[in-house]
């Protein structure tokens, strides 16, 4: 059985008064690309990024021209980045980006923006995984969203930058009738949980769009727009049931003595649970399987030729053994209470 990070259950009353899209593109790491171009930089830039961050952001920074430059995490069994002062003027960095990963806000955020307004050093917000988060927090940065897979709430792919200069911005090529056919297929292969074979049909045609629209700057279809809204209105609902989950399971593993959670903030959106394994990190992703756990971890979809991880100690010995499984609403309370169980009871 597989869960997605789908919230739009039959009958639900979405509000979505007051909830609006700004500047929308056909994806986050294009969001972030034409972010870093807004600063009008010189070409070859610094652009400080965390070791642990998805490919897309290593490719928006090369997109825009200029270069990453990777920090390490804070400490072992976190997954924030840790921007040290001394290293931002040793790497003579332009632009910080800030990834607020899992739903959660970078702890350490007004101290890097203070320091950054301190020293020169323009800032980015990369909260894709992160819509519905309280953006009064981020002062006025630039903002990214995605409305791709693995996000606060999945809707029909997507990116969104906000806090910015529209003016300087290109104007994005309208969609069409095939940007809307993709989009719908996405949003139905994630909405009805297409899973290994009957999923690939939607992955190679989308894989295959994509790839031929990487470099144009494209506005988002009606349907993305239409499922991009509502997913900020669930994102943003005040119900507690993704915290029930949540907790249910973050109760589980505090109970064991091989696991623990790893480093979360005191406010965020509860959509998944990341886990830190002490030991043999192989060894329970395989019980995991075995009990047909759902789960995925961030460093499998990493290239990590892409990335200079030589001054990143913390993170070559900690990225593989953070795990992650959805506490999304979607997912049956029975469902949650096995796999809590589950967790509990691993050795």
């Given at each position: 059985?597989?869960?997605?990070?789908?919230?739009?259950?039959?009958?639900?009353?979405?509000?979505?008064?007051?909830?609006?899209?700004?500047?929308?593109?056909?994806?986050?790491?294009?969001?972030?690309?034409?972010?870093?171009?807004?600063?009008?930089?010189?070409?070859?830039?610094?652009?400080?990024?965390?070791?642990?961050?998805?490919?897309?952001?290593v490719g928006a920074v090369?997109?825009?021209?200029?270069?990453?430059?990777?920090?390490?995490?804070?400490?072992?069994?976190?997954?924030?980045?840790?921007?040290?002062?001394?290293?931002?003027?040793?790497?003579?960095?332009?632009?910080?980006?800030?990834?607020?990963?899992?739903?959660?806000?970078?702890?350490?955020?007004?101290?890097?923006?203070?320091?950054?307004?301190?020293?020169?050093?323009?800032?980015?917000?990369?909260?894709?995984?992160?819509?519905g988060i309280d953006e009064?927090?981020?002062?006025?940065?630039?903002?990214?969203?995605?409305?791709?897979?693995?996000?606060?709430?999945?809707?029909?792919?997507?990116?969104?930058?906000?806090?910015?200069?529209?003016?300087?911005?290109?104007?994005?090529?309208?969609?069409?009738?095939?940007?809307?056919?993709?989009?719908?297929?996405?949003?139905?292969?994630?909405?009805?949980?297409?899973?290994?074979?009957?999923?690939?049909?939607?992955?190679?045609?989308?894989?295959?769009?994509?790839?031929?629209?990487?470099?144009?700057?494209?506005?988002?279809?009606?349907?993305?727009?239409?499922?991009?809204?509502?997913?900020?209105?669930?994102?943003?609902?005040?119900?507690?049931d993704r915290k029930k989950?949540?907790?249910?399971?973050?109760?589980?593993?505090?109970?064991?003595?091989?696991?623990?959670?790893?480093?979360?903030?005191?406010?965020?959106?509860?959509?998944?649970?990341?886990?830190?394994?002490?030991?043999?990190?192989?060894?329970?992703?395989?019980?995991?399987?075995?009990?047909?756990?759902?789960?995925?971890?961030?460093?499998?979809?990493?290239?990590?030729?892409?990335?200079?991880?030589?001054?990143?100690?913390?993170?070559?010995?900690?990225?593989?053994?953070?795990?992650?499984?959805?506490?999304?609403?979607?997912?049956?309370?029975?469902?949650?209470?096995?796999?809590?169980?589950?967790?509990?009871?691993?050795?």
């Open positions: 059985m597989y869960y997605f990070p789908n919230p739009f259950i039959n009958n639900e009353a979405i509000d979505i008064r007051g909830i609006s899209l700004s500047y929308t593109v056909a994806s986050g790491k294009q969001a972030l690309s034409i972010a870093l171009k807004s600063f009008d930089l010189p070409a070859g830039s610094a652009v400080a990024i965390p070791a642990f961050c998805c490919n897309e952001v090369s997109d825009a021209g200029h270069f990453p430059v990777f920090f390490d995490l804070k400490e072992q069994g976190s997954y924030w980045a840790e921007y040290k002062e001394e290293r931002l003027r040793e790497e003579k960095i332009k632009v910080v980006i800030i990834t607020h990963l899992y739903g959660y806000l970078h702890p350490d955020t007004q101290r890097i923006a203070d320091s950054c307004a301190a020293h020169g050093i323009k800032l980015i917000h990369d909260a894709a995984q992160s819509y009064r927090l981020l002062m006025n940065a630039p903002l990214v969203y995605s409305f791709g897979p693995g996000k606060s709430t999945t809707a029909a792919r997507g990116g969104e930058l906000l806090n910015v200069n529209e003016d300087k911005l290109p104007v994005p090529a309208k969609a069409n009738r095939w940007d809307d056919m993709e989009a719908k297929a996405f949003f139905t292969a994630r909405t009805f949980g297409a899973v290994g074979d009957r999923l690939m049909p939607y992955k190679m045609k989308i894989a295959q769009y994509f790839r031929g629209k990487q470099h144009v700057i494209t506005g988002l279809s009606p349907f993305q727009k239409e499922k991009a809204i509502q997913a900020k209105a669930i994102a943003r609902n005040p119900d507690n989950r949540y907790n249910i399971l973050s109760a589980a593993i505090e109970s064991s003595a091989h696991i623990r959670k790893a480093d979360a903030a005191e406010r965020g959106l509860s959509f998944k649970i990341v886990i830190f394994v002490e030991k043999d990190t192989d060894k329970f992703t395989g019980y995991l399987k075995q009990h047909a756990v759902p789960y995925c971890r961030l460093a499998d979809s990493m290239n990590m030729t892409q990335r200079d991880v030589s001054k990143t100690p913390i993170f070559n010995e900690t990225f593989r053994k953070l795990i992650e499984i959805s506490t999304e609403r979607s997912i049956p309370m029975d469902e949650i209470n096995r796999i809590a169980t589950l967790l509990s009871e691993y050795k």
